[in-house]
């Protein structure tokens, strides 16, 4: 039985191109990482889908850069970081600072 697009979760070894979390190891890791295949260059940008476009992201990578227009695996890199740093600020000021969690 052949899966769709088996040959991009091959070449790409089973990991994430964006932040490098394998699933290759073991079903654990398989399943925590939720891996899909994503279109680099989203469709609604104008992105194909020809296996040159496709790469294997983590479901947080994946979700992180969503349809944010890039043309290479380095500027879904770049998207993704600048998100991390967003969710970063806003977890310090929402969770850290609140005073209303307790621990």
């Not at 479901?59 to 850069?65: A, G, V």
């Amino acid at each position: 039985m052949s899966y769709p697009r088996q040959n991009i979760y091959e070449r790409d070894n089973y990991t994430c191109q964006y932040c490098g979390f394998s699933g290759a190891s073991d079903f654990e890791s398989w399943q925590l990482g939720w891996f899909a295949i994503d279109h680099i260059k989203p469709r609604k940008h104008g992105g194909s889908d020809d296996d040159s476009n496709l790469t294997v992201a983590c479901h947080p990578c994946n979700s992180m850069k969503s349809a944010t227009d890039c043309n290479s695996i380095e500027d879904g890199k770049k998207a993704i970081a600048i998100k991390i740093e967003e969710r970063k600020r806003w977890f310090k000021k929402y969770v850290l600072e609140n005073p209303n969690i307790k621990s």
